[in-house]
């Protein structure tokens, strides 16, 4: 099914410090939200930073969830509202427009809208609160296993801010191994940046020259223009600036 106008769909991912966890959880809950993906990662900033602005650390919780685009509205504003973002390490949350989703999914969200009380959530009455002045994009860089630290000193070197460590498993085919020239080693690094549009290009040519395909780290990455975002004014994404 392809998202229209009135049916608008999108992606919300949150990554919050671990000890938000159950927060999260009951949020998105009571949002009644068909499905949400939870799993773990790890921040960028080393331990001692964690101890100095005295909140948070390395272990995160971050969440994937499928919704319209006037859910993720009253998710963003409940987020707001139940989470300080402004306190260092308590994480981010973005939203990422959809063109299609399974036939299933579109039944299952559609069935949702409609049991939804919208007197009680005032979805969409509130306007959204949004940290971010200018337009973000998801980086997401896909290494061996190991080169967390190398993206990440590349990706700092050319204005980025932070990021977040996934641990994943990699399957390639023959024709990549072929025409690539590279092998696809299983254990993978997943790492996630949010950062400002005039700053991805350089980012992710850094990352490139850096850990690319004809590096040891065999690495790729892609970016996702974000519609909104939470929690990029403050945090242990704003290390650098201390």
Do not use: W
């Not at 006037?70 to 308590?90: A, C, R, V, W």
């Not at 690319?212 to 945090?235: K, R």
């Amino acid at each position: 099914m392809r998202s229209s106008s009135v049916t608008r769909l999108e992606a919300l991912i949150t990554i919050m410090d671990y000890s938000l966890r159950d927060v999260l959880i009951k949020l998105l809950n009571k949002s009644s939200i068909p499905m949400f993906l939870l799993f773990h990662g790890y921040g960028s900033a080393k331990s001692v930073i964690y101890d100095i602005l005295g909140y948070g650390g390395p272990k995160k919780v971050i969440s994937v969830s499928i919704q319209t685009k006037k859910m993720s509205d009253y998710i963003l504003n409940q987020l707001h509202n139940e989470i300080d973002f402004s306190k260092p390490g308590t994480g981010v949350a973005c939203t990422i427009s959809l063109s299609s989703i399974s036939s299933v999914l579109s039944m299952i969200l559609k069935q949702t809208d409609e049991k939804i009380n919208e007197e009680k959530i005032k979805m969409g009455s509130e306007k959204v609160i949004v940290t971010s002045k200018e337009p973000y994009h998801l980086i997401v860089t896909i290494v061996n296993r190991g080169y967390f630290e190398q993206v990440m000193d590349a990706a700092k070197a050319a204005g980025a801010t932070g990021g977040t460590l996934v641990h994943a498993r990699g399957l390639g085919s023959k024709e990549a191994i072929k025409y690539l020239g590279i092998t696809i080693q299983p254990e993978k690094d997943l790492v996630l940046i949010l950062a400002p549009q005039e700053k991805r290009h350089a980012i992710m040519e850094s990352i490139t020259h850096e850990v690319g395909l004809n590096t040891a780290g065999n690495g790729i990455c892609f970016s996702l223009p974000v519609n909104c975002a939470l929690g990029m004014e403050a945090g242990i994404n704003n290390i650098n600036k201390l």
